[in-house]
C-alpha cells in the first residue's frame, strides 16, 4: 500500500509546476517524522525524486524545501538506510546537489 501511495507521489516531486513540485515537498517534509522508518520500503524510490532537479533548482523555494527534505530524512530515518541511495545520486550530480549532499554522507 505504502509503495503504490509513494509510487503517485513521486510524480509531484517531478512536476513541470514549480508550485506543485515545492508544495509536494513540503508535505514529504511533514510526512518524514510522522512515517520514520516506516519509509524503508521506498526510500530507494523517494531520494532520486527528492534529489533529482530539486537541489539544483535556481528557484528558491524549491531549493530550501527540497534541503529541508533531506534534512527530515537525516533526523528522522535511520542513516543506515540512506548511505547507499545519498552515495548513488552524489556519484551522479553535479553543482551545488553534489556538495549538498556529498557534506550529509560526510
Known sequence: MLFQI?????SRLHDSNSKVNQVALEAMHKMIPLLK?????????LIPAIVDNNLNSKNPGIYAAATNV????????D????LQPFCTKAQF????????????LA
Open 37 to 45: 522508518d516506516h519509509l524503508s520500503p521506498v526510500i530507494n524510490m
Open 93 to 104: 550530480l553535479s553543482g551545488k546537489a553534489k556538495q549538498d549532499l556529498t557534506e550529509k
Open 6 to 10: 509513494f509510487d503517485a507521489f513521486k
Open 70 to 77: 533531506i534534512q527530515a530524512l537525516c533526523q528522522h530515518v
Open 79 to 82: 542513516n543506515s538506510l540512506l
